[in-house]
């Protein structure tokens, strides 16, 4: 139980930011300064712009497309890792960079309408990697056909948020816009990944329904949680 007893006099003075009688270990700081200390905000702090916060629906876009961008980022280093120097690696650069900026357009959205991240960002980092890196082990024409079975699923997902934004009451015209521009680089990435060959990779069937299914249910879970 707290006492008046234990209250030290110059403790009171403290909070009431009159000076006290310094001992010589502290004469190298007033208690003014102490409090103006305690006072003066933090300004070396980078200040973010925050906007309103936003509708439901903006706010599940924002989350479910940072974690999809993430994840690409992360399947397209994979295949980097693998393939970097190989004859694939000019072309697979080339579409890395573009998932780089997609992320950072989505990191930019979450920090500015204040969105949460899914929780389940760690995974997708580590899993993402490993399903670029682990197909592109197969060879060059595996690596294509995870791209087009992960673009399908972007773009159809993609063609989906743009529906419901437009159909909203009031459409966010910056999100419109965003997804539109990405919804036509991924349909890019996925018609490259035919054009090098992805239809041709053993068991092409089997390997893009897979990631197909494993996309759409990340997809899933991130809008959740
Ligand atoms: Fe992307
Ligand atoms: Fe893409």
Redesign the pocket.
């Known amino acids: 139980m707290l006492r008046l007893s234990n209250f030290s006099h110059s403790s009171w003075r403290l909070m009431q930011c009159q000076p006290i009688p310094l001992q010589k270990s502290q004469r190298h700081i007033t208690t003014q300064q102490r409090c103006r200390q305690k006072e003066e905000p933090n300004t070396t702090k980078t200040a973010l712009p925050l906007r309103k916060r936003p509708t439901q629906l903006t706010d599940e876009i924002i989350r479910v497309d940072h974690a999809g961008?993430l994840g690409?980022d992360r399947i397209y280093a994979g295949q980097m890792a693998v393939l970097g120097n190989g004859p694939m690696g000019k072309t697979i650069a080339h579409m890395w960079e573009?998932?780089k900026e997609?992320r950072r357009k989505f990191e930019n959205l979450i920090h500015e309408h204040r969105v949460r991240p899914t929780i389940m960002v760690p995974i997708w980092n580590v899993a993402g990697f490993m399903l670029g890196a682990g197909t592109a082990l197969l060879g060059e024409k595996a690596a294509m056909a995870c791209t087009v079975a992960v673009e399908t699923v972007?773009v159809e997902h993609y063609n989906e948020q743009l529906r419901q934004i437009m159909e909203s009451p009031k459409p966010d015209k910056e999100l419109l816009a965003t997804i539109t521009k990405?919804r036509d680089?991924?349909q890019e990435h996925h018609d490259t990944g035919i054009d090098c060959g992805a239809e041709q990779a053993p068991f092409y069937k089997a390997i893009t329904e897979v990631i197909k299914v494993g996309c759409k249910t990340a997809i899933a879970i991130s809008k959740r949680i």
């Open positions: 961008e690409a573009q998932e997609h972007i990405f680089e991924e």
